[in-house]
């Protein structure tokens, strides 16, 4: 069965940086895509970010994130980053990491996606 395990949440200050991981096993397949969500307090979880495994690594984002935040995928070590900078409050939410066994990046959305990990809080405060 799939695994996915996020890392890196934690407090960070307006106008700072913060990476996250999300560890992947158990993976099968010729084809799969791992995605960043978010869920705000008050608010619908929306999509983030996602890297597809074909040999383009094709990538997509939320037009929240454009410009802020880059994914990127370690294959040594079988892990998905989002790097997130310029970070405002608005950033402020549970963090999940999920995957898809196919190529679901154009259109980053949630049905899509029916492995996910446990989440990570980021917080952006002074």
């Known amino acids: 069965q799939q695994q996915l395990v996020e890392s890196g949440g934690g407090l960070v200050q307006p106008g700072g940086s913060l990476r996250l991981s999300c560890k992947v096993s158990?993976?099968?397949?010729?084809?799969?895509?791992v995605a960043w969500f978010r869920q705000a307090p008050g608010k619908e979880r929306v999509g983030v970010s996602c890297?597809?495994?074909?040999?383009?690594?094709?990538?997509s984002y939320g037009d929240s994130v454009k410009g802020r935040f880059t994914t990127s995928r370690d294959a040594a070590t079988n892990t998905v980053h989002l790097q997130m900078t310029a970070l405002n409050a608005e950033d402020t939410a549970v963090y999940y990491c999920?995957?898809?066994?196919?190529?679901?990046?154009?259109?980053?959305?949630?049905?899509?996606?029916?492995?996910w990990g446990q989440g990570t809080q980021v917080t952006v405060s002074s």
């Open positions: 999920a995957y898809g066994a196919g190529l679901f990046c154009p259109g980053l959305m949630e049905k899509d996606f029916g492995t």
């Open positions: 158990g993976l099968t397949g010729r084809y799969h895509s």
């Open positions: 890297i597809e495994s074909s040999s383009s690594g094709l990538t």
